[in-house]
């Protein structure tokens, strides 16, 4: 049994991890969610005052909204945070996030503004 080779959907059980590993996972998981969404803020607060809808329309709040997304991986380079593991999965939570967040800000800074 020990010489067969495992079927190619069989995959290699995963390593236990210690508690202090899930730890340092879940703060991981923490500071990417809290830059996420300080990032929607802050490019939702700049979209309400540098892309007034009205004149330009909305395309040039939505390209503030990518440069936040883009500009995490700097964020995560200056805090010096891991970075390069995460994968597809992780970069669309990323982006919902700050997608989320840049919304609700900017549309209560406007709805404040007309209101």
Known sequence: MTGEAKPEGEKAPK????????????????????????????????????????????????????????FQK??????RMEYLGLKAKDWLYQGFMTFS???ISWTILLSAHTG
Not at 22 to 31: F, G, I, S, T
Not at 39 to 67: E, N, Q, R, T, W
């Open 101 to 103: 967040l840049w919304f």
């Open 74 to 79: 700097y964020v995560f380079l200056a805090l």
């Open 15 to 70: 390593k236990k991890l210690t508690r202090a590993e899930k730890q340092a996972q879940h703060m991981d998981r923490l500071k990417r969610t809290g830059i996420a969404c300080g990032m929607g803020i802050l490019v939702g607060v700049l979209s309400f005052f540098y892309a007034d809808p009205v004149k330009m329309g909305p395309a040039f709040g939505i390209l503030f909204l990518l440069a936040g997304i883009v």
